[in-house]
């Protein structure tokens, strides 16, 4: 079975960090871009960051203005696993967070071009 699962998040104070997971199942991450979306109460799914497919040219990532410096996307073949560093959330990183997978490159956020994605994991920021 085809499947995307995240874990990692939770609630943090303004300042700390977490480290999301992205673990896939039932296919090997190699081939494909994985994409980190999220999602706020009211609000429209947005792109946070992208890490291009071990099987490309460049293997580039690829970060949303609002997260850049702060977050760090990477991924652990061996574990067929993609994980988001983020430190020095802010309260405006509060959402639900996604991720999800498109073929080879990163080819933008778009999230009807994913093949696969997951449910999602709450990220809170409060204090």
């Known amino acids: 079975q085809v499947q995307l699962v995240e874990s990692g998040g939770g609630l943090v104070q303004p300042g700390g960090s977490l480290r999301l997971s992205c673990a896939a199942s039932?296919?090997?991450?190699?081939?494909?871009?994985i994409v980190w979306f999220r999602q706020a109460p009211g609000k429209e799914r947005e792109g946070v960051s992208c890490?291009?497919?071990?099987?490309?040219?460049?293997?580039?990532?690829h970060y949303a203005d609002s997260v850049k410096g702060r977050f760090t996307i990477s991924r652990d073949n061996a574990k067929n696993t993609v994980s988001l560093q983020m430190n020095s959330l802010k309260p405006e990183d509060t959402a639900v967070y996604y991720c999800a997978a498109e073929l080879y490159y990163c080819s933008g956020y778009n999230w009807n071009k994913m093949d696969y994605w997951g449910e999602g994991t709450p990220v809170t920021v409060s204090s």
């Open positions: 890490i291009a497919s071990s099987s490309s040219s460049d293997g580039s990532t």
């Open positions: 039932g296919f090997t991450l190699d081939y494909y871009a």
